[in-house]
């Protein structure tokens, strides 16, 4: 294990420390590309949750005398095979990907690190049934078990978030029970342990705060798989439901038929998905070179 005091390195590198600003304006300046995922990342946040007042219409307004109208200054991303406003679709579609990516990996990851810290802390007979459980799980691509559970739970928002929520246990479990394995043997536990103080409160005081920047940089990795998983999922018919806007629906109703007619059914829900998860992968390896001590030269 390393410890690491980031106020004495970032003055060390040369940046601010004094000021939260300078500390943020120093890390955006070393890590360009991550600055770039934040800011798509903060984008598509705004865009949810400001959906009503950036679209132009209703995105469940059906309008047959315009349909499959190309990209225009009317229709600024063209319209679908019923009339509807793709650029007001794809601006409520924000909503559910983020609902579902934010919601399933903070499900995933909290049942995850309460896996982890009660398996790497507590080892013995209880380490080796949950770590035969995540055996199980991991063992299974997420797509895959995500598709089991959707097609048994029925496609809803709720079972959605279920669904991709829990292949992501296993994950999150063995990277808590690794950290928590190591930090168990350290003499801040020892010291717990002969001032008296209990089993539970030794874990969830001492043990799991030094978890929490592994699981933020984990879980930033996370949430662009469970945005593609979610569009993969509407895209095979098993994800949100219609009238609800849904890029992977978006695409499933328009790749077959309209890919060559209308591209524009296809292009944008893509360059959508697309964004999101570079977005995410960008800002999650930043993340981690900020937050992992091994990354550091």
């Known amino acids: ?21 300078g500390r943020f304006a120093f890390l955006a300046q070393r890590h360009v590309l991550g600055t770039v995922g934040l800011t798509i990342m903060v984008l598509f946040v705004c865009t949810a949750l400001f959906a009503d007042l950036i679209s132009r219409y209703d995105p469940l307004s059906v309008d047959s005398a315009h349909r499959l109208a190309p990209p225009s200054a009317l229709h600024w991303f063209g319209t679908d095979s019923f009339g509807r406003d793709v650029w007001s679709r794809i601006i409520h579609g924000a909503r559910i990907s983020l609902a579902v990516g934010i919601g399933s990996t903070t499900l995933g990851a909290t049942l995850g690190v309460i896996v982890g810290l009660t398996s790497g802390y507590l080892s013995g007979w209880v380490d080796l049934l949950f770590q035969r459980v995540t055996d199980i799980l991991q063992s299974l691509p997420l797509l895959v078990l995500a598709l089991v559970m959707t097609a048994a739970l029925g496609p809803s928002l709720p079972n959605v978030i279920l669904a991709i929520a829990i292949p992501l246990i296993p994950t999150v479990a063995r990277v808590i029970r690794a950290n928590t394995l190591a930090l168990r043997e350290q003499p801040f536990v020892e010291a717990a342990k002969s001032i008296g103080m209990s089993e539970m409160r030794i874990a969830l005081r001492h043990v799991l705060p030094n978890t929490i920047a592994p699981l933020i940089v984990l879980a930033t990795a996370q949430l662009g798989s469970t945005i593609l998983t979610e569009a993969s999922l509407s895209f095979l018919g098993l994800g949100i439901p219609e009238p609800y806007p849904s890029w992977g629906r978006m695409l499933s109703e328009s790749a077959a038929e309209y890919v060559r007619t209308a591209p524009w059914l296809v292009i944008f829900p893509g360059i959508a998905i697309s964004l999101a998860v570079f977005g995410t992968n960008l800002f999650g390896d930043a993340l981690r070179d900020i937050l992992d001590p091994r990354q550091r030269g």
């Open 1 to 21: 294990m390393a410890t690491i005091n980031f106020e004495s390195e970032l003055r060390r590198a040369g940046a601010n420390a004094t000021s939260g600003w």
